[in-house]
């Protein structure tokens, strides 16, 4: 399966499960071991190293005079995922923590503008649902004054602050993601698209939190994703590169097939420059990795922006 879509698509499962596995990392330390990542710049470190803690954030502030809700940037799940994703570390270089800041804050802005996008096209929030997921989420994250203890400063966040913040925002991301995916559209964007007029409708609020944060814009060159693989399906508008597997492994199947097969894959739009690609090339193709639509029909998301092709 598509580790970008797992990634922004099923950021909250199971409560009781993802709660047992926060309070286990707590006591023991543990962490889940890393899948290699072909999207660097999609699903970063943060999702792959701490599942549990991806999350957007919706603020409910006080509604002004035109009805409308006013955003903010959650500081407290900010601050929860760059811990998490330093993780403590004393060797971090300067270049290196600028850039978590902004890949921490992109994505945060990237799951609210989803949110909003949702909220634009129809979906309107259960919140009687939501405070019943999130009161069971706290009756099975109880911990010991010593595992409490550790919980804050192993994640710079309290349980209590957690559930009401990081994971209560997580679920509502899931809603909205799972409403998009079964309902009509009124119009079809990328998700670069929907980021884009999000940060600008709220771009005061934004530089603010970046002020405040320290946390600069990145060269736009550092919007781009590489990957590499096999050209396992070719027509005259979009090619098919898939990873993991060799040609053999998937001559003569359907597309289906190859992606069942395929370690991971993803689906790019064709222009001239490609006109004479072959199948069961092995290529390199830089990309925006949210060039891609909202969403996803039939496993057949495609990236729309491409930068380079380059055989290998």
């Known amino acids: 399966m598509n580790e970008v879509k797992k990634s922004l698509d099923h950021l909250a499962g199971d409560t009781s499960r993802d709660i047992e ?11 889940r071991p890393k899948r290699r990542n072909p999207f660097p710049l999609v699903a970063t470190a943060i999702v792959l190293a701490a599942v549990l803690f991806f999350t957007f954030t919706v603020y409910d502030g006080e509604q002004n005079n035109t009805t409308q809700q006013v955003y903010e940037v959650n500081e407290i799940v900010y ?51 939501i405070e019943k997921h999130i009161a069971e989420a706290e009756q099975s994250s109880e911990l010991s004054p010593e595992e409490e ?51 600008e409708k709220n771009d005061e609020v934004i530089s603010e939190f970046m002020t ?56 790019f739009a064709l222009d001239d420059s490609t006109e004479d690609m072959t199948l069961y090339t092995q290529m390199e193709v830089t990309f925006d990795p949210l060039s891609s639509p909202v969403k996803d029909a039939d496993r057949r998301m495609m990236y729309e922006e491409i930068v380079e092709w380059v055989e290998l």
Request: glycine residues 4%.
């Open 21 to 31: 596995e926060l309070k286990q990392r707590v006591l023991y330390g543990e962490r």
């Open 79 to 129: 601050d929860h995922l760059l811990t998490t994703e330093t993780g403590g570390r004393q060797s971090i270089t300067p270049e290196e923590l600028e850039e978590l800041r902004y890949r921490t804050l992109q994505q945060i802005l990237l799951f609210d503008s989803l949110t909003d996008y949702a909220k634009q096209n129809g979906y309107v929030e259960d919140t009687e649902a």
């Open 149 to 199: 203890q550790k919980q804050q400063e192993t994640f710079g966040v309290t349980m209590e602050d957690y559930i009401q913040h990081v994971y209560r925002w997580s679920y509502q991301q899931q809603l909205a993601s799972t409403w998009i995916e079964t309902h009509e559209l009124n119009d079809s964007k990328t998700k670069r698209d929907v980021l884009t007029a999000f940060m």
């Open 212 to 267: 405040k944060k320290s946390i600069l814009y990145l060269p736009h060159s550092m919007d781009f994703a590489v990957f590499e693989g096999i050209v396992a399906y070719l027509d005259q508008q979009k090619v098919l590169l898939v990873h993991g597997v060799e040609a053999s492994q998937i001559k003569g199947k359907s597309p289906d097939e190859i992606i069942d097969a395929a370690y991971d894959y993803a689906w």
